[in-house]
Structures are given as structure tokens and as C-alpha cells.
């Protein structure tokens, strides 16, 4: 099973600043992973899936990097609706997909 | 619009069995793979399996083979999720979604809005 790792596990910011978060894999998932944003009391959301490829409706100030084993997700200037949880997920190995743990972004 | 409805909050007791429903809406159901998805209470996302509405073939989570059962019924646009006997640890809010890659389902998006399952005596 693919493992994914997330850091933080949580993040303090102010509204206006950049966030950086992390997904790293235990083995390479090329460019086979996507993000998800999940506000409480919703469903998740896809935001970037193959790594750097923003879903439709999803706002440019998202953003995707990364292949193999170190990926992240940047948000440049954090809007008030985006303090939320978000997930990594692969679909390096199919069909064993897995999500990371989470990291809560949070507001300072 | 691409729609997932699930059905309603569900309260059970040990043992008991349950099937909970996903009717999709606003596309070809047939044609795209549906994946269920587990978080339990404060917790993350656990992948559990994906099921080709068109030939009804299922992968399963390897921590969820076994545990639970996978349907679908194409002429109601409808996928399942099936306990025959649930346990306290399957209190759990869950999701379904639909697959947005062809072969593989991959990608998902958009998600039902959930249904929360409680298993308590």
C-alpha cells in the first residue's frame, strides 16, 4: 500500500497570506495525485488532480506541484473560504488509492 | 448537473444489517466508475473500493474486502453499500463519488453529500 504523509498536520495563517502544504508518498505516484478541500460539515471537494491540474470552478490562487514522491498544494493569497482540511489522495496504484492523513489549515 | 444523492441517516444496532443507496443524476451512469469513501467521526478519508456501474465490476480496499459489499443497479442509476452484520466501528459518515478518470475511475469529483451511519446497542 502506498502511504501518503502530510505536513503539516495543522496550519496557522492570516487571511492574505500564502499557504504551503505538503503530501509526500512512500513510493512514487508520478504525477497520479490529486487534492481535495472538505469545509466542515461538507463533502470533499477536488480541487488539483495529475498533480498540478486544477479542477473546473477551482480559482486560480490554487495551485499543484510535485512528481514521485514530494507534492505541494499552494494557495496564494488565502481567502477567508479557504480555511478548511485538505487531502492528498493517489492513483498511482490501482485500485489500492489511498488519501493522507489530512492537514487542517487553520486561521491564525 | 452531475448529482450523487444519498440516502438518509441511518441508526442500527449490532449485528443488524444495512444498505445504504447513491442514485446519480445528470450523466451517463453507466460509464463511469463510482468510489465509496469512509471517515469516521473526527477522522480522515479511507478509501473503500469503486464499482463499473456498466458491468457491475468492484475493486475493494484491502481493509475493507470482505466487510462490506459493493452494488450497483444500472437501471436505477443507483450504487450500494451493504453490511450483513455491523459492529460499533462502523459508526462513520459515508461517501460516494463519482470516478473522472475512464479506465480506472482515479479521480473524484463530484461527491454525494454523505450519509452518516451509527452503529450503537
Known amino acids: 500500500e502506498i502511504v501518503l504523509t502530510q505536513s503539516p498536520a495543522t496550519l496557522s495563517l492570516s487571511p492574505g497570506e500564502r499557504a504551503t502544504l505538503s503530501c509526500r508518498a512512500s513510493q512514487s505516484v508520478s504525477s497520479y495525485l490529486a487534492w481535495y478541500q472538505q469545509k466542515p460539515g461538507q463533502a470533499p471537494r477536488l480541487l488539483i488532480y495529475?498533480?498540478?491540474n486544477r479542477a473546473t470552478g477551482i480559482p486560480a490562487r490554487f495551485s499543484g506541484s510535485g512528481s514521485g514522491t514530494d507534492f505541494t498544494l499552494t494557495i496564494s493569497s488565502l481567502e477567508p473560504e479557504d480555511f478548511a482540511v485538505y487531502y492528498c489522495q493517489q492513483r498511482s496504484n490501482w485500485p489500492r488509492y489511498t488519501f493522507g492523513q489530512g492537514t487542517k489549515l487553520e486561521i491564525k | 448537473e452531475v448529482q450523487l444523492v444519498q440516502s438518509g441517516a441511518e441508526v442500527k444496532k449490532p449485528g443488524e444489517s444495512l444498505k445504504i443507496s447513491c442514485k446519480g443524476s445528470?450523466?451517463?451512469?453507466?460509464?463511469?466508475?463510482i468510489g465509496w469513501v469512509r471517515q469516521m467521526p473526527g477522522k480522515g478519508l479511507e478509501w473503500m473500493g469503486i464499482?463499473?456501474?456498466?458491468?457491475?465490476?468492484?475493486r475493494y480496499s484491502p481493509s475493507f474486502q470482505g466487510q462490506v459489499t459493493i452494488s450497483a443497479d444500472k437501471s436505477i442509476s443507483t450504487a450500494y453499500l451493504q453490511w450483513s452484520s455491523l459492529k460499533a466501528s462502523d459508526t462513520a459518515m459515508y461517501y460516494c463519488?463519482?470516478?473522472?478518470?475512464?479506465?480506472?475511475?482515479?479521480?473524484?469529483?463530484?461527491w454525494g453529500q454523505g450519509t452518516l451511519v451509527t452503529v450503537s446497542s
Open positions: 463519488a463519482v470516478g473522472i478518470v475512464g479506465a480506472t475511475g482515479g479521480w473524484f469529483d463530484p
Open positions: 445528470g450523466y451517463s451512469f453507466t460509464s463511469y466508475w
Open positions: 464499482i463499473y456501474p456498466g458491468d457491475s465490476d468492484t
Open positions: 495529475d498533480a498540478s
